[in-house]
């Protein structure tokens, strides 16, 4: 079936170091969106991105979709305590028949450190 | 609003038992789903549904069964329960199953013995 592959699977970075995570998928996505989790908690919708070359900031967090629409990533900068949570990007791709799936990736979880 | 409740938050089994997992959302949305989370494995969709009366398969629909008779609920049963069960469960809504974000509940840690 469809994949989409993140990495790295974990990260320790100590505050004020930038953090990203990569996304990747074999076929073209229709949309991938990004969402955080904290430790205990649910995920939390973050952002979607639906074009070609898309890139979206959100405060110290930049999102951006790649030009084949195959790849995305998240990029914090200046890491603070409070982005601690593990970070999941989630694709559906262009064949119809699957366009109401969402698949998650595996996640990257984020350690801050003072 | 409450936005999507499940219950129980915690659930402990013995092999072969069978349970409901219940999932309701106020927020009128189309979409419904099931995803189980287990470590360094993400969340993968169990079942979905676009509408009241519709419900498909996802990547792990083995040993659960869905019904969706009206828009706000989506229970998930659990048929015979095995160790191989244990995860913690999300049900998620969104408006609808193309562009709409998903809105996810606290979550069922469910534990098989």
């Known amino acids: 079936g469809q994949q989409v592959m993140q990495i790295p699977q974990y990260q320790h970075v100590q505050e004020g170091e930038d953090f990203t995570t990569y996304c990747n998928s074999s076929t073209t996505l229709s949309n991938i969106q990004w969402y955080k989790q904290r430790p205990g908690g649910h995920p939390v919708f973050l952002i979607q991105?639906?074009?070609?070359?898309e890139v979206k900031k959100q405060k110290r967090l930049t999102f951006q979709f790649g030009e084949a629409k195959k790849n995305s990533s998240l990029h914090i900068t200046a890491t603070q305590t409070t982005d601690v949570g593990t970070y999941f990007c989630?694709?559906?791709?262009?064949?119809?028949?699957?366009?109401?799936?969402?698949?998650f990736g595996t996640g990257t979880r984020l350690q801050v450190t003072l | 609003n409450a936005g999507v409740t499940q219950t129980p938050k915690f659930q402990v089994l013995k092999t072969g038992q069978s349970m409901t997992l219940q999932c309701a959302q106020d927020?009128?949305?189309?979409?419904m789903s099931w995803y189980r989370q287990d470590p360094g494995m993400g969340l993968r969709l169990i079942h979905y549904?676009?509408?009241?009366?519709?419900?498909d398969q996802g990547e792990v629909p083995n040993g659960y069964n869905v019904s969706r008779s009206t828009t706000e609920d989506f229970p998930l049963r659990l048929l015979s329960a095995a160790p191989s069960q244990t995860s913690v469960y999300f049900c998620a809504s969104s408006r609808t199953g193309h562009n709409s974000p998903l809105h996810f509940g606290n979550g069922t840690r469910l534990t098989v013995t």
């Open positions: 927020m009128n949305h189309e979409y």
């Open positions: 989630a694709g559906r791709w262009e064949n119809t028949g699957t366009a109401s799936k969402l698949t």
């Open positions: 549904s676009v509408g009241a009366g519709i419900t």
């Open positions: 991105l639906v074009k070609s070359g």
